[in-house]
């Protein structure tokens, strides 16, 4: 594989509040997250008396990972559930680990498809088109008892 991998505007899927979704130039199944350039920005350390005696500890580990930080709690909670029960569950999408791309370090992980080879829709698009029927509230069911059996920690439900 090249040491920088190009992403094109063509190559992109989604945005989200930090990061954009790029498909992956060389491997059909798997995405690339690259942080947004209007959030790579690290803050300054504020002066505030009250700030600096009681949100140290924050303040230490948010400047240790910066806006990367989202990805570290990832990456540590992909661990602590093959610790848990010695898997991968099914819900995990596959992480592939880091990559340089033109748009800066990315997360690559697997790409999950509808059956038509098409990123998989959010629920959120999916009760907009099929609206909530008993099989996808059995589907959602099933998914959040696999959820709880390995004890996962969830941040973005979409």
């Known amino acids: 594989m090249p040491g920088v991998i190009t992403l094109h505007d063509d190559h992109f899927v989604a945005r989200g509040g930090k990061r954009k979704v790029f498909h992956h130039p060389l491997l059909p199944d798997r ?16 002066k505030d008396t009250f700030l600096r005696r009681f949100a140290r500890p924050l303040w230490r580990e948010y400047r240790r990972f910066g806006p990367y930080q989202e990805w570290y709690r990832e990456h540590e909670e992909y661990i602590s559930i093959i610790n848990r029960i010695g898997r991968i569950p099914d819900f995990v999408a596959g992480y592939h ?24 829709p959010t629920l959120r698009n999916v009760l907009h088109w099929q609206g909530q029927g008993e099989p996808l509230a059995t589907l959602v069911e099933e998914f959040f008892d696999e959820v709880v059996e390995a004890e996962a920690i969830l941040k973005d439900m979409r």
């Open 31 to 46: 995405l690339i997250k690259v942080m947004r350039s209007d959030r790579v920005a690290r803050p300054k350390p504020s």
């Open 97 to 120: 680990g880091f990559v340089e791309t033109n748009r800066g370090p990315g997360l690559v992980v697997e790409k999950i498809t509808d059956p038509d080879g098409r990123v998989a």
